[in-house]
């Protein structure tokens, strides 16, 4: 399965630290994304960053990725409790020939005021 | 005011009954797609379609059925072939393709009984 995994399962910080959460592929892509969901609800897209990429930022976002390890991070600085949701990194896979994304385990982040 | 809309927000069926829930769009996306996700679990994919009156299976396709005959909608039924049914459903759609980002719509929970 093309299914990402990311590491680790839940991570609880401080409110003002930074949360990096990572996420491994098996295949070669053309993008990877990162969404968000908030307990119970739809997911939000992020960020989406392309194979020829290496690093790219949105706001308190910086997200990593390294084809030759099959692996990307997401960064959140000066995380707000308001960033307490799960993170999912969702991946293409041209070799199927499938249009359509794999999606990951999550990451289910806790910022603590 | 575009976006993607499911309905009800809360299902509940008794076993041996087939449901059929709601997914619109108004985004004009070519694309769209059904999701089941279980508790702390991420997204596996049921069905795609890439365009009005085509649709591929996904990983988790048996006992489920979809229809496309308009672009703006994609309803799911749950048939009563599905064994275990009672989860989280995410419609998603986006423009054809998996470089592009999926907007999801806020997702209906079912419970059967």
């Known amino acids: 399965s093309q299914q990402g995994e990311e590491d680790p399962q839940a991570l609880s910080i401080q409110e003002g630290e930074n949360a990096t959460m990572n996420c491994s592929y098996k295949?070669?892509?053309?993008?990877l994304q990162w969404y968000r969901q908030n307990s119970g609800r739809g997911l939000v897209h992020l960020i989406l960053?392309?194979?020829?990429?290496r690093e790219k930022h949105s706001g308190r976002l910086r997200v990593t990725l390294d084809t030759s390890k099959k692996s990307s991070s997401l960064l959140i600085t000066a995380s707000r409790a308001a960033d307490t949701a799960s993170y999912f990194c969702a991946t293409d896979a041209p070799q199927t020939g499938a249009n359509n994304l794999f999606f990951g385990t999550g990451t289910r982040l806790t910022v603590i005021p | 005011d575009g976006g993607i809309t499911q309905s009800p927000k809360y299902l509940f069926r008794k076993e041996g009954q087939n449901v059929t829930l709601s997914c619109e769009q108004n985004l004009n996306h070519d694309a769209m797609y059904w999701y089941r996700q279980d508790p702390g679990q991420g997204l596996r994919l049921i069905y795609y379609s890439q365009i009005v009156n085509d649709f591929q299976k996904g990983d988790i396709a048996e006992g489920y059925s979809v229809s496309r005959e308009k672009k703006e909608s994609f309803p799911l039924t749950v048939t009563s072939a599905q064994k275990n049914p009672t989860a989280f459903y995410l419609c998603?759609?986006?423009?054809?393709?998996?470089?592009?980002?999926?907007?999801f719509g806020p997702g209906t929970r079912l419970t059967v009984t």
């Open positions: 960053i392309r194979s020829n990429e």
């Open positions: 998603a759609s986006s423009t054809a393709g998996g470089e592009y980002e999926q907007y």
């Open positions: 295949t070669s892509i053309n993008n």
